[in-house]
């Protein structure tokens, strides 16, 4: 799948300065360290199937899907063909009381792909979006229901849910709260269910756990049901190190959350379009929640866009009141934007084509064996795997958290690797087009790296 840069391009580069000439001055970095990153800059200039390029020509494997996005791979035709021939078509159409048709083609082939009964779709722009939507669609729907007292939302400790203030609220990563004030009031969490003494070195769902959803049990017993809109989690835990939810954790939480009137929301942004080994985690574990929220793999991080799935009666019991009145007064500017259906469309297509949504099943055998090989490598006290994700974990180095884990990034980089770390925890997430030789580099390099840091 590489293909050659356009000499064209590559003028017009060198006319202006290539970017790492560039003063970086004027752009703050998101969740960046701005001045060691300005220092030594890690430019990515071109990126085709499963590889990036530099800005230096070298090229780099990616281990990360681009940041959990690229499910297919990169700049695969049939999604650059869609986004170059809409652009040309139409570039915006308002999405509020007028629209576009491939919005609705869309949303048809996302409830497709769901779980059944979860058949209506809201478009937004991004997996922090599409939680603040979810969780107001959560309050709203007890309200329209009558139940108005159900404002308590629940999240859980170790949980990323983008970084808008209801995702932060519910969200249970302490650097992205403590910073921002009083967030949402009315939020409590559960205990996360990472538990190393017990199911350290787990191939897959780890054994122990499932009565930690009781947690939703004690917080009832605390604030009552009847204050209880909704509890929102991941199916898996991806931002805060890959926690695989133990056998019977997430079908336990849906039994209490139906004992109590309680809506379930999945955040499957990480999760959702394939990286378990089917469509949505909520069908590998068989396990069906009243809301999903996804984005990333939805467009293959072609063009920003994020969706809820929400089940029908949900959407259906907004569905009331004169028929003039707008039923859920929520929406973006960019909601459903016609560039991120055309990608999103041209996405499920190469998806589709190819088998891409259950292919995670296929691989994780042996994506799981070379993963779980790392154990016995120096500092690796966990790893832990499911479908195309992998998390190891590496014991800090004293007194300087974090760091042993960023210096296995720079190595790998250096030798052509892309990967994520959070904490000291290395993260693996290949677009879903991987082939076993390239698990097996991805997972060489990071020894040797592994090693190096010791
Ligand atoms: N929910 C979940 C479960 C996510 O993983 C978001 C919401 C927010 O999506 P946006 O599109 O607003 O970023 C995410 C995003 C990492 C990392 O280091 C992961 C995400 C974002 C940034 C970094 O693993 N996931
Ligand atoms: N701020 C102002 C002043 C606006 O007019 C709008 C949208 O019209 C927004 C924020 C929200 O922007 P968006 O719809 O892109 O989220």
Known sequence: MNKPVDPALMQAAEAIGSAGTHPMDAHWMPFTANRQFKKAPRLLTRAAGMHY?????????????????????????????????????????????????KAFELAERVAEIAPAGMNKVFFVN?????????????????????EGSRTRLIGRERGYHGVNFGGISVGGMVANRKM????????????????????????????????????????????????????????????????VPPQGYLQRLRDICDKHGILL??????????????????????????LITCAKGLTN????????????????????????????YHGYTYSAHPLACAAALGTLDTYAEEGLLTRASEMAGYFAQAVHSLKGEPNVIDVRNFGLVGGIELSPIEGQPTKRAFDIFLDVWQQGLLLRTTGDILAL??????????????????????????
């Open 53 to 101: 390029w530099d800005d230096k020509g070298r090229q780099i494997l990616d281990g990360a899907a681009g940041l959990w996005c690229v499910n297919a791979g990169h700049t695969r035709p049939r999604i650059v063909q869609a986004i170059q021939a809409q652009a040309a078509e139409m570039d915006f159409a308002p999405p509020f009381q007028m629209s576009h048709p």
């Open 126 to 146: 991004s997996g922090s979006e599409a939680v603040e939507t979810a969780l107001k669609m959560a309050l709203a729907y007890h309200r329209v229901r009558g």
């Open 180 to 243: 921002f004030g009083t967030m949402l009031g009315g939020v409590d969490h559960l205990r996360h269910t990472h538990d190393p003494v017990r199911n350290a070195f787990t191939v897959g769902q780890p054994a122990h756990g499932a009565e930690l959803a009781d947690d939703l049990e004690r917080l009832v017993a605390l604030h009552d049901a009847s204050t209880i809109a909704a509890v929102i989690v991941e199916p898996i835990a991806g931002s805060t190190g890959v926690l």
């Open 265 to 290: 929301i999945f955040d499957e942004v990480i999760t959702g379009f394939g990286r378990t080994g089917q469509p949505f985690a909520a069908q590998t574990f068989g396990v069906t929640p009243d």
């Open 301 to 328: 991080g072609a063009v920003p866009m994020g969706a809820v799935i929400a089940r029908q009666k949900i959407h259906d019991t907004f569905m009331q009141g004169p028929e003039h009145l707008i039923e859920f």
């Open 429 to 454: 997430s290949p677009p879903l087009i991987v082939e076993r030789s390239q698990i097996d580099q991805i997972v060489e390099m990071l020894r040797g790296a592994i090693r190096r840091a010791a």
